[in-house]
């Protein structure tokens, strides 16, 4: 026999052996009392529901505070944000100057560099162009030479 078949069961005797209540059977200095009873239960939960409510001013005052820490911290954090990211704005501008001043180092070095070997080539060339004698001429300038020896 399951739980159920048994809790009907016991449901049933119950009801067979249970008579029905009578208001009129109840003594009437009873139903007074009840009725006098329901009736300051009606009036007190009335009365607790009109009676104006009043905030506890302890949490309310740490709501505000509550509050007003939450707008700092809020505050604070924006600040921290808004601080570290002019911080990195500067930072690569200076690295971006540093880069600037180095390449234009080594442009004015390579310019430099440049305008050496363009005069030595110049001097190489002028050496190598400017002769006193031509080249057809060289054999008598050899001549001349003797003869300014004797």
Same mark, same amino acid.
């Given at each position: 026999?399951?739980?159920?078949?048994?809790?009907?069961?016991?449901?049933?005797?119950?009801?067979?052996?249970?008579?029905?209540?009578?208001?009129?059977? $109840?003594?009437?200095?009873?139903? *007074?009392?009840?009725?006098?009873?329901? %009736?300051?239960?009606? !009036?007190?939960?009335? +009365? /607790?529901?009109?009676?104006?409510?009043?905030?506890?001013?302890?949490?309310?005052?740490?709501?505000?505070?509550?509050?007003?820490?939450?707008?700092?911290?809020?505050?604070?954090?924006?600040?921290?944000? $808004?601080?570290?990211?002019?911080? *990195?704005?500067?930072?690569?501008?200076? %690295?971006?100057?540093? !880069?600037?001043?180095? +390449? /234009?180092?080594?442009?004015?070095?390579?310019?430099?560099?440049?305008?050496?070997?363009?005069?030595?080539?110049?001097?190489?060339?002028?050496?190598?162009?400017?002769?006193?004698?031509?080249?057809?001429?060289?054999?008598?300038?050899?001549?001349?030479?003797?003869?300014?020896?004797?």
């Amino acid at each position: 026999m399951s739980f159920k078949s048994k809790f009907a069961d016991w449901r049933a005797a119950e009801n067979e052996s249970a008579e029905p209540l009578d208001p009129a059977a $109840i003594d009437p200095a009873l139903q *007074e009392a009840l009725a006098d009873f329901r %009736l300051s239960v009606h !009036a007190w939960s009335d +009365a /607790a529901y009109a009676r104006p409510r009043e905030l506890n001013p302890v949490a309310h005052r740490r709501k505000i505070w509550r509050l007003t820490a939450a707008w700092a911290l809020g505050l604070g954090l924006m600040a921290g944000g $808004i601080s570290g990211g002019i911080y *990195e704005h500067q930072h690569r501008q200076e %690295l971006a100057r540093i !880069a600037a001043d180095q +390449a /234009a180092r080594q442009k004015a070095l390579a310019e430099a560099q440049a305008r050496e070997e363009e005069e030595e080539l110049l001097a190489k060339v002028d050496r190598d162009v400017s002769r006193e004698v031509p080249s057809a001429m060289e054999p008598l300038t050899v001549l001349m030479s003797l003869d300014d020896t004797q």
